[in-house]
């Protein structure tokens, strides 16, 4: 069966500190990998998505970036944090046929002070 | 951008009772999700639907696809303590196809009181 990790699970981080949350995905291969932020008490907001290795889809423009070195591997990125990147970051896998439903990981909490 | 409102945004109900929530759009979609979320972790894929007029169950759950393709409603009956928590909508516009955007609703926190 299919499994999807994230870490860490929680995260406090200065501003203006890097950032960098992994995701990977086992038991499947050449998902559709996501990265969703939630704010306290909201919906989810994608700011990324990814088909192949080295395609990234970028949602939202700010100061974060993905990556995604190899087929079950996402890795969300900063290079400099600001407050209003605090937030519950989930990483999400689908397969690859289209309107697949979204499987997503426990989340990050990241705490920017 | 495209939205989803769900509603309502919060109930408290008390065991036992049926609870329904529902989401809409102006948009046609092409696929329904319904998730829960406990505190602190990702959301659940509770149910999906794909065909306009689906009504599809998962124990004490039954979600359905409108016939408009604009809605969906999910209806929990006999509730529990344990289905506490946020649910969730998400959706697949028709006007996306292709690139895999899901649209999440704001979600519906529910409460059961015992």
């Given at each position: 069966?299919?499994t999807?990790h994230?870490?860490?699970?929680?995260?406090?981080?200065?501003?203006?500190?890097?950032?960098?949350?992994?995701?990977?995905?086992e038991?499947?291969?050449?998902?559709n990998?996501?990265?969703?932020?939630?704010?306290?008490?909201?919906?989810?907001?994608?700011?990324?998505?990814?088909?192949?290795?080295?395609?990234?889809?970028?949602?939202?423009?700010?100061?974060?970036?993905?990556?995604?070195?190899q087929?079950?591997?996402?890795i969300?990125?900063?290079?400099?944090?600001?407050?209003?990147?605090?937030?519950?970051?989930?990483?999400?896998w689908?397969?690859?046929?289209?309107?697949?439903?979204?499987?997503?990981?426990?989340?990050?909490?990241?705490?920017?002070? | 951008g495209?939205?989803?409102?769900?509603?309502?945004?919060?109930?408290?109900?008390?065991?036992?009772?049926?609870?329904?929530?529902?989401c809409?759009?102006?948009?046609i979609?092409?696929?329904?999700?319904?998730y829960?979320?406990?505190?602190?972790?990702g959301?659940v894929?509770?149910?999906?639907?794909?065909?306009?007029?689906?009504?599809?169950?998962?124990?004490r759950l039954?979600?359905?696809f409108g016939?408009?393709?604009?809605?969906?409603f999910?209806n929990i009956?006999?509730?529990?303590?344990?289905?506490?928590?946020?649910?969730?909508?998400?959706?697949?516009?028709?006007?996306?196809?292709?690139?895999?955007?899901?649209?999440?609703?704001t979600?519906?926190?529910?409460?059961?009181?015992?």
């Amino acid at each position: 069966s299919q499994t999807i990790h994230q870490w860490p699970a929680t995260l406090v981080q200065p501003v203006g500190s890097p950032l960098s949350l992994e995701c990977t995905v086992e038991g499947t291969s050449n998902p559709n990998l996501y990265w969703y932020r939630q704010a306290a008490g909201r919906g989810l907001q994608l700011l990324f998505y990814s088909v192949g290795i080295g395609q990234i889809s970028s949602e939202v423009p700010q100061n974060l970036s993905a990556s995604r070195p190899q087929d079950r591997q996402f890795i969300l990125s900063s290079k400099k944090l600001l407050l209003s990147d605090s937030g519950f970051y989930l990483c999400a896998w689908s397969s690859g046929t289209e309107a697949s439903p979204l499987h997503f990981g426990n989340g990050t909490r990241l705490t920017v002070t | 951008g495209q939205q989803l409102n769900q509603s309502p945004q919060s109930m408290f109900i008390q065991e036992g009772e049926d609870v329904s929530m529902n989401c809409t759009s102006s948009s046609i979609f092409n696929t329904w999700l319904w998730y829960k979320q406990d505190p602190g972790e990702g959301p659940v894929l509770l149910i999906a639907l794909y065909k306009a007029g689906e009504l599809t169950s998962n124990g004490r759950l039954t979600a359905q696809f409108g016939i408009t393709r604009k809605d969906s409603f999910l209806n929990i009956s006999a509730s529990i303590p344990s289905d506490v928590g946020i649910y969730f909508c998400a959706g697949l516009p028709l006007s996306t196809s292709g690139t895999y955007k899901y649209i999440f609703g704001t979600g519906t926190r529910l409460k059961v009181l015992a």
